[in-house]
């Protein structure tokens, strides 16, 4: 018959995975309970020292009771002496007279009162004599029973005439018996006697075993006791330090009214006196944080709101100047230009300012839709393509080869990745700019890499702060406000995802964005790398103003299917006016193709309607409807044709780079500005 061993086999598969399970469970709780802690260690302290303090006891009583026995021996061997003495007086030296005289003496020691085998103080023994000096011919010693039972050791002693003792262990009825042997030698004329007296230690060795019980049922109820008196103490201590902490906890979770109860006046009581004073000061100091957050937050939205009244009017007017620029002066008509860049950045500015106060409210809601993650980050890219291509660095995109769909808010996803490819061209120092994609079952994730200046030890967690920049005196060409970070980080937080930085200085940095493919997933990695794995570029000298942007898509194992590299048709010059005229670009490799206006990436119809897009140069014809408007603040502007758009629209705009004015021109560095201002301003004086 076959024995089914395979659940044995399955247990012995299993059984290191259980083990392994319990050890880690033991070890958890180890970890977290102080009372189990203090528990087992005086448990196993107090375990220590019963053992050592019964071992000493019991060798103490062990070592008392044979130390009694042993003079107790003694004393009855000497008397046994006198008494064998006596009967051995005239003895001959035959053998067979010496057994008989052996036999009398034996018989004499059993039957004398002192020597009685129940009555002797020592104890019931068995006495032995033998002849010291008489041998046969074999060798062999004329001596009573048992004889060969006596070791060696005490044979010589008893023959240099001492009293000695040993304990040894001999067999009586094929039993191991323990026995005191007390040997000494009786004087006679004739032949010198052998007398031992062997004493059993069966009730000692009765004794010792009842106080080793007793010492190891005593000791195992002292640990019980001490384990039970140390779990009701440590209880006594630990109870309050777990009120601590699950208050503390309570409080950290916002609810600010909890507090300790103060039970008498120890130094429990005072911790708990303690602790409460310190929650009274911690809730003092959040809730005045919060009123005043909340009045900063009150205050940049009025504020806000309101300049945004004057900021529109501000906008008519400079749309009207400035689409009558070319009859004005020279310096003027710059004026003009500066003007209207200004409050671009105003407007973007504003728009920045609402939102972040938006998300410091709370208010602001993640209108999320399934999305394919590549059209997102090919519109992010166009729409910063001409800001890329005029200071010098290329945006290489590695997309995969097959759609990325996610459940994110487009909107915000495209202003996150705008903020990092803009971010990027700033610090690129005019090298390739890459952004990867990839994507696992749980997250997707989009990398933005330059390689510039990078970022100082401790500046990755800063540079996510407002307004906080690395370099004070770095000019930024896209006229950012300094909140494009701030809010890109709070977006991805809405997403339930990660913005992560890294940087070195001189390798460039790396912003990474994760976020989960489905709301409401928690992520736990991040299917692209940082700090990635690709070495810095060599910077090329171009004699082109403008470097050709290059849009790349690649298959999942990054190898590139089609790269379409544009460039500008000819070399821009400014013209007498100091206004810079709109930038042509065609494939390069492909002269005869239809050119096309800087602010687009190609003839590529699936481009044009991209939000964010730079919209194409458009006529400076004055419109007829706004000759007669006064250059007054006037409420009738809002309904004129050529009024600036929104604020919150401008500042998507500005973060691209691209002006609300015709043209779609970059914006110049803030120092040249300011400069040409003052010069225009004096000449129109």
């Not at 958890?28 to 009372?35: A, K, M, P, T, V």
């Not at 008509?333 to 939102?355: K, N, Q, Y």
């Not at 999305?371 to 997309?399: F, K, N, Q, T, W």
């Not at 006229?479 to 070195?504: C, F, M, P, Q, Y």
């Amino acid at each position: 018959m076959r024995v089914d061993t395979r659940p044995v086999t399955r247990w012995v598969q299993e059984a290191p995975t259980l083990v392994r399970e319990r050890w880690q469970r033991a070890s958890e709780l180890w970890r977290r309970s102080l009372q189990l802690r203090v528990v087992v260690s005086t448990l196993a302290l107090s375990s220590a020292v019963v053992f050592v303090l019964g071992m000493v006891l019991q060798s103490q009583i062990t070592d008392q009771m044979l130390s009694s026995k042993t003079q107790a021996a003694t004393t009855q061997i000497r008397a046994s002496v006198k008494a064998v003495q006596h009967q051995l007086v005239g003895v001959s030296p035959g053998p067979d007279s010496l057994i008989t005289r052996f036999n009398a003496a034996l018989n004499s020691l059993t039957s004398s009162g002192s020597a009685n085998v129940d009555g002797s103080s020592a104890g019931a023994f068995e006495p032995i004599l033998a002849d010291a000096r008489t041998f046969d011919g074999a060798g062999n010693v004329t001596a009573t029973a048992h004889y060969q039972d006596i070791p060696d050791d005490l044979k010589r002693f008893v023959l240099n005439d001492e009293i000695a003792s040993r304990i040894h262990t001999v067999m009586r009825d094929n039993v191991p018996t323990t026995m005191l042997m007390v040997g000494a030698q009786v004087p006679s004329a004739n032949h010198p006697v052998q007398l031992y007296l062997l004493f059993p230690l069966t009730a000692e060795q009765h004794t010792t075993e009842v106080v080793q019980n007793t010492l190891i049922v005593g000791g195992i109820v002292l640990l019980l006791l001490l384990a039970g008196i140390t779990n009701l103490v440590t209880r006594q201590v630990v109870r309050p330090v777990r009120q601590a902490a699950e208050v503390a906890e309570r409080f950290a979770d916002g609810k600010l009214d909890d507090r300790m109860q103060v039970i008498g006046e120890d130094d429990v009581a005072r911790l708990a006196e303690s602790y409460n004073e310190m929650a009274e000061s911690i809730q003092a100091q959040i809730r005045q944080l919060e009123e005043f957050g909340l009045l900063q937050r009150r205050f940049t939205s009025d504020v806000s709101h309101e300049l945004r009244t004057p900021l529109t009017t501000v906008r008519m007017a400079a749309d009207v100047l400035h689409a009558s620029r070319e009859q004005f002066p020279a310096g003027l008509a710059r004026s003009t230009e500066l003007l209207v860049d200004e409050l671009d950045r105003f407007e973007a500015l504003l728009g920045d300012l609402l939102e972040i106060s938006r998300l410091d409210a709370g208010v602001d809601e993640l209108t999320a839709d399934l999305v394919d993650v590549r059209g997102i980050v090919e519109r992010a890219v166009a729409a910063v393509g001409p800001v890329a291509a005029s200071s010098g660095s290329a945006v290489e995109m590695y997309l995969p080869d097959v759609e990325v769909p996610a459940e994110v808010d487009a909107r915000r996803v495209e202003r996150v990745l705008r903020n990092l490819l803009n971010n990027a061209v700033d610090h690129g120092e005019g090298l390739p700019v890459r952004v990867r994609v990839a994507a696992d079952e749980n997250a997707v994730a989009i990398v933005v890499r330059d390689f510039g200046v990078g970022l100082r030890e401790g500046e990755a967690e800063l540079v996510f702060n407002r307004f906080w920049r690395a370099d004070p005196s770095r000019n930024r060409r896209t006229g950012g406000t300094g909140l494009g970070l701030a809010i890109s980080v709070e977006d991805a937080r809405l997403h339930g995802g990660w913005l992560e930085a890294w940087g070195e200085p001189g390798q460039g940095a790396c912003f990474r964005l994760t976020l989960p493919r489905r709301q409401g997933w928690e992520l736990t990695d991040s299917p692209l790398a940082l700090p990635p794995e690709e070495e810095r570029p060599v910077r090329e000298d171009e004699e082109a103003e403008v470097s050709p942007l290059v849009v790349a898509e690649v298959d999942a194992d990054a190898e590139v299917e089609e790269i379409i590299t544009w460039q500008p048709a000819e070399s821009v010059e400014l013209d007498e006016s100091g206004a810079e005229p709109s930038i042509a670009w065609h494939p390069a490799d492909d002269d005869t193709a239809p050119a096309v206006e800087r602010g687009t990436i190609g003839p590529d119809p699936e481009l044009d309607g991209v939000p964010g897009q730079a919209e194409p140069a458009a006529s400076n014809d004055r419109d007829p409807e706004l000759d007669d408007v006064p250059g007054r603040v006037d409420p009738e502007f809002d309904h004129l044709p050529g009024r600036a758009e929104s604020a919150s629209a401008g500042s998507d705009r500005e973060r691209d780079g691209v002006s609300d004015r015709p043209g779609g021109r970059p914006r110049e560095s803030g120092a040249a500005e300011s400069e040409f201002a003052s010069k225009s301003a004096g000449e129109a004086r």
